[in-house]
């Protein structure tokens, strides 16, 4: 270290160029989502979103990285043999996590870069995770967070980070209850008193009604479509419940490989024909929310019924889904604002409002504590 780093390092720890609640100006927050990456910054909000997408080349021992990003998830079903575009976070599985390090300090990288930090590097790095993710998966994470040169390091259970930023009162002793439908976990809480209190984490959500898509074209029209036109079908077509917007003959045409050709073809899909197809995956997050509301207890039961229940995730925005939800569970359903957001807004929020100081006090990573 230079000695002028050295009295920066100095000069930021002793004369506290510090924000309003005593973390630094140079912090971060994350959202290493499944399908998304955010990250914002304590004192800029919002500075990155992007695919978590990495392409590596596979002719090289051992393997490099390409591109991470939006750029990756260009090439995901485009690639030459020796490119793989990955989605490392997808299942979970610890070969691919390897990967979600790398796109994680990749990311953490650019933001420094384009934000130019004062002394180059993160103070604390607050990063929400799934609640399902096992301790090795954890340590991964956070290991890679210190890595890209971050002083503190916090993990923070998504569904509380999700209800921060949809700015549910979760320090107060009453129920507040989440469900947060991403790409690869559908994660369902009741908090109260900074704490989850019943949680739940289903590894069904967007990317299951994506599959759900793919599986029908394959069985009723026998064609052979791929990840993002499945994708497409279901942000364009796609529904839980017959609303009054939703026109159930609503049709789109799709492009797919027909399997008994092998030729590329075009069919028709209707509104009516998607519903259906997601009908069993969507019932599986309905019976997860009447489980967990099952568990809760009576005091924060009742305030949930008072209170309603709020949406966040990419899945909020499936049409019909809070219909779906109201109906099924018989208590009232909000969709957060910016549903996809929540996550990184609750992670700034816990950096810079001091009502959350006790949720970061006990959620630091340690990593000596797995050493
Ligand atoms: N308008 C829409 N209708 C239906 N689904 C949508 C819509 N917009 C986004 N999605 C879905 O939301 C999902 C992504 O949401 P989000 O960014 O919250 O997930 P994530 O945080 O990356 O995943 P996870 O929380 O599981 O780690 C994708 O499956 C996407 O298809
Ligand atoms: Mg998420």
Redesign the pocket.
Known sequence: MSFFQSILDLLEGKLGLFNFSGTSLNDLGV?L????TLVCTANKGVVLREP?VVSIDTSTKPSTVVEVGLAARDMIGRTPSHIKAIRP?REGVIAEFEWAEVMLRRFIDKVIGDQGFFQGHPGRIVIGL?SGVTEVERRAVGDAAYASGARIVNLID?PMAAAIGANMPVEKPTGSMIV?I????TEIAVLSLNGLVVTKSLRV???Q??QNIQDHMKAKHNIAIGERTA?EI??QL?SAFPTDDVDDTDEMEVRGLNLETGLPDTITVNTLEIRECLHDTLMEMVVGVKEVLEETPPELAADIVDRGIVLT???A??SGMDELLAKEVDVPIHIANDP?SC?VLGTEKLLNDPTYASILKTTEYDPRAYA
Do not use: F, M, Q
């Open positions: 959202d989502g499944t399908v998304n978590s976070l799934p998504e947060d991403g790409g690869g976990t959500a967007g990317d009604l994506n994708e279901k942000i796609g995730g990419g899945g925005l499936l996809l996550v």
